[in-house]
């Protein structure tokens, strides 16, 4: 069965950095583009980044351009998303997700999109 295991939340001061990583098993991790998602406390689920299936190539929401970068890595099914001068304001549980359709990639993603979720990690910036 398909699951995908988040890791790499924590507390991290304002200004700091953070890698979160997301291992997938059970599908074909190299025919998929991967998404970020990340929910805030009485906030609606956000798109913050997406990969194409090969991981060369990935847009960002614009609240985390040019801090957050995503990378795919096929060999060893695993997605991770590098943070960068963190802001209070990016606290959130953070979810990796698949697209549902094999191939496709597009430049924003909405929970509509996704076909698989991982369980969340928590990242939390003290100002």
């Known amino acids: 069965q398909v699951q995908m295991v988040e890791s790499g939340g924590d507390l991290v001061q304002a200004g700091g950095s953070l890698t979160l990583s997301c291992t997938a098993s059970?599908?074909?991790?190299?025919?998929?583009?991967m998404v970020w998602f990340r929910q805030a406390p009485g906030k609606e689920r956000e798109w913050v980044s997406s990969i194409n299936f090969s991981g060369r190539a990935a847009v960002y929401a614009d609240s985390v351009q040019g801090r957050f970068t995503t990378s795919k890595h096929n060999a060893n099914n695993t997605l991770y998303l590098h943070m960068s001068s963190l802001q209070p304001e990016d606290t959130a549980i953070y979810y990796c997700?698949?697209?549902?359709?094999?191939?496709?990639?597009?430049?924003?993603?909405?929970?509509?999109?996704?076909?698989?979720w991982g369980q969340g990690t928590q990242v939390t910036v003290s100002s």
């Open positions: 997700a698949t697209d549902r359709i094999a191939f496709r990639w597009k430049d924003t993603y909405d929970p509509s999109d996704v076909g698989y």
């Open positions: 059970g599908f074909s991790f190299g025919k998929y583009a």
